[in-house]
Nanobody
Framework: QVQLVESGGGLVQAGGSLRLSCAAS????????VGWFRQAPGKERDFVAA????????YYADSVKGRFTISRVNAKNTVYLHMGSLKPEDTAVYYC????????????????????WGQGTQVTVSS
């Protein structure tokens, strides 16, 4: 079992930055791909970014490309989402997730590919 806990959310002005953390426990995160998703009120949970289990490949939604960066530090059992040039439309609850199996490679943008989920952290961007 892998437990995931997000942190780092908060209130920030448009144009500002935040760094979200996804800390894993229970098992080492090193063999798992990790994705970030977000869900705004009344909307579906959308893909934001993902990083392969090797860390060698990253994937981004078009809406965040060039503004967000996903990274991982396996020694800290943590995956990060650096968010810059934030916009009000980035306001949402942000979730990190991992697939049920090790060494996953596939459709990183699909919520159905992920088994372990954190509880989410709220990000609010004011205009």
């Amino acid at each position: 079992q892998v437990q995931l806990v997000e942190s780092g959310g908060g209130l920030v002005q448009a144009g500002g930055s935040l760094r979200l953390s996804c800390a894993a426990s229970g098992r080492t995160i090193s063999g798992y791909a990790v994705g970030w998703f977000r869900q705004a009120p009344g909307k579906e949970r959308d893909f934001v970014a993902a990083i392969s289990w090797t860390g060698g490949s990253t994937y981004y939604a078009d809406s965040v490309k060039g503004r967000f960066t996903i990274s991982r530090v396996n020694a800290k059992n943590t995956v990060y989402l650096h968010m810059g040039s934030l916009k009000p439309e980035d306001t949402a609850v942000y979730y990190c997730a991992a697939p049920g199996g090790l060494y996953y490679s596939g459709s990183y943008n699909l919520t159905g590919e992920y088994y372990y989920w954190g509880q989410g952290t709220q990000v609010t961007v004011s205009s």
